[in-house]
């Protein structure tokens, strides 16, 4: 079997919206279900169980001081009530003091241990994702525009990393402060008590409310966000073609539009969060009311002293900024969970479908091509190729020819399976290629497509793509094979040259010649040639059919072209049109008919 190690295929998707794409999020929509997203990110959190266990036991700690400190300046007042007694004030304030330095210090190392472990969580949800998206199927990537899923990747992840950090520490230390502040309330008086939780249910409401509409917008504001980026990914990449068909006053207003809708969304979102916190403010107002008055009543029957009534107006204080963060936390929350549900969404998806359970690894191949009265249907029911036959003898040559949408370039996807067959089977060396293993089957082929995709990386990086242990000596030996050796050692930098798959450092010809390259150093038992000579000049693709002469001895080759020039050598023609082949035969043969 010919060396190879390696498939040198590169999926290019095509950035096409579809209905399943950007919209299945619309204007106003909200989180489907916030409670079963919480405990999914509740998931990753839980695989920082010693870092939050820390923070967490950090918080208790700070919160014990606290929410004892109210109840020392209580004690500081009466202790100056009728005569001051000096030492025990001065006790009490550097015990104060002790206890607001030490409160200070929690907070900043948990401060640095949560943010820590709020960016090891997004950084395993951010892999989580990238890797689903190597998993899922050719059809997801091709139905999905590319700006919408580069959005759930940054702007959806960073915002819950924002409030990662933020909420943790928030939740446990606000609900401590109101479990420990209401056990000394309690001890103190049961009717000053009564009077600071008045303002529990007011707040509630508030919030009830108020979250609601801002997990409503703040899912709608992500979605339009998701759009805005998908624009802007797809103009900036197609700028020429803006260019040349002066579109650019066009986009300017489709950008407008969508810009517009989010500041929409956004200011709504906003106004509502905004809304929030005056509120819980002015509750909390009402809250130091409500101990005034209590209070002044139960001190002029003598049931309690000037030093409770002023320990209650600081826990009056304390319960109302944690609640205030509470309120917060839970219009961030909103936000974080929608945006969490977009990327559970992506992580629901259906994988590319399993190999067989008995499926074995392709080791030795003879190059026998066979499809057998193939059907397919990207959408069920609407069959783009239709009872497909034919057979390739190892070593062979096949032309494929036909009209644009002819069904070429999906027999091509269903021998590689990029996708399965929907009725028939393909077989090579007679046996049915869905009883191989995928990823064995896929490095029996080098794939060209007619859309050249370059990584960031350098020139020789790319041709060695599918195949990394290549010696400098064969990526230039590849380079020579197909033609592109010339302009690159042209290049200052030669193939140490830096390109990218959206810089135009490189003319579509180049890029198409370095793909070429990168095809030969596979050195595969199948190669496949999808327009693959489309953008190079007539002289350049006479050498590279030499090249490819010399190349597809000993393999079987499948060519996708329009080029006369391109087929007239090949073994077997097979004419295509409305997904059927019509016609088939050698050149001359067909010439002949």
């Not at 014990?64 to 001065?90: N, Q, S, Y």
């Not at 064995?440 to 990584?455: G, H, I, M, N, P």
């Not at 329009?562 to 019509?582: E, F, K, N, P, Y």
Request: hydrophobic share 45%; glycine share 8%; aromatic share 8%.
């Amino acid at each position: 079997m010919a060396q190879n190690n390696g498939a040198a295929g590169v999926l290019v998707s095509t950035g096409k919206s579809s209905a399943g794409g950007i919209g299945r999020f619309t204007q106003g929509q909200k989180a489907k279900d916030p409670r079963g997203t919480f405990r999914r990110l509740l998931r990753f959190y839980l695989e920082q169980g010693r870092a939050i266990f820390a923070v967490a036991a950090l918080l208790l700690v700070q919160t014990i001081l606290g929410v004892t400190a109210p109840w020392l300046i209580g004690k500081t007042v009466d202790e100056m009530r009728g005569g001051v007694r000096f030492d025990a004030v001065h006790t009490l304030v550097l015990v104060l003091l002790a206890v607001y330095g030490t409160s200070w210090l929690i907070d900043l190392i948990q401060g640095m241990l949560m943010n820590a472990a709020s960016q090891r969580i997004v950084y395993t949800m951010r892999r989580a994702l990238f890797d689903k998206f190597q998993t899922l199927p050719l059809a997801y990537h091709d139905s999905q525009p590319h700006g919408e899923l580069m959005s759930r990747m940054t702007n959806d992840i960073d915002n819950i990393s924002r409030v990662i950090a933020t909420c943790t520490t928030s939740l446990v230390s606000a609900g401590v402060t109101l479990l420990g502040s209401l056990v000394i309330m309690l001890y103190l008086s049961r009717w000053m008590t009564l009077a600071v939780l008045i303002i529990v249910p007011l707040v509630w409401l508030v919030t009830r409310i108020a979250g609601t509409h801002c997990r409503r917008l703040f899912g709608a504001q992500q979605a339009e966000l998701g759009r805005l980026n998908g624009i802007t990914e797809e103009t900036i990449s197609g700028q020429k073609i803006v260019k040349a068909f002066d579109r650019e006053e066009q986009v300017i207003r489709d950008f407008a539009a969508v810009n517009r809708r989010l500041q929409k969304v956004g200011t709504s979102a906003f106004i509502w969060a905004g809304i929030l916190m005056p509120m819980i403010n002015a509750i909390s107002n009402i809250g130091y009311l409500s101990v005034a008055v209590v209070g002044g009543l139960l001190m002029t029957k003598s049931l309690i002293s000037v030093g409770t009534v002023a320990t209650f107006i600081t826990y009056s204080r304390q319960i109302a900024h944690p609640l205030n963060n509470l309120a917060g936390v839970y219009n961030n929350l909103q936000s974080a969970l929608a945006g969490a549900e977009r990327i559970f969404e992506v992580m629901d998806e259906a994988d590319e479908p399993e190999d067989e359970p008995d499926a074995v690894e392709l080791t030795t191949f003879d190059g026998h091509v066979r499809f057998e009265d193939v059907s397919f249907a990207y959408t069920p029911g609407k069959d783009v190729i239709r009872h497909i036959s034919f057979e390739a003898q190892p070593g062979q040559k096949i032309a494929l020819v036909g009209a644009t949408g002819a069904g070429k370039t999906t027999v091509v996807n269903l021998l590689t399976r990029f996708y399965d067959v929907s009725n028939g089977a393909v077989y090579l060396d007679g046996v049915d290629i869905r009883h191989y293993r995928r990823d064995s089957l896929r490095r029996e082929f080098s794939v060209v497509l007619q859309d050249t995709c370059l990584f960031t990386g350098t020139i020789a990086d790319n041709i060695r793509y599918g195949y990394p242990e290549a010696t400098e000596e064969e990526v230039v030996a590849a380079a020579k094979a197909s033609g592109a050796h010339e302009f690159i050692m042209r290049l200052s930098d030669g193939y140490q040259t830096q390109v990218s798959g959206s810089s135009n450092v490189l003319s579509q010809g180049q890029r198409q010649l370095i793909a070429i390259s990168r095809a030969v150093l596979c050195r595969a038992p199948i190669l496949i040639l999808d327009e693959a000579t489309s953008s190079v000049d007539t002289r350049t693709e006479l050498r590279i059919q030499a090249a490819m002469m010399n190349l597809v001895k000993g393999s079987t080759s499948f060519v996708i072209a329009h080029r006369l020039s391109t087929i007239r050598d090949a073994d077997l023609i097979l004419v295509m049109r409305d997904g059927q082949i019509v016609e088939r035969g050698t050149h001359q043969e067909l010439l002949a008919l």
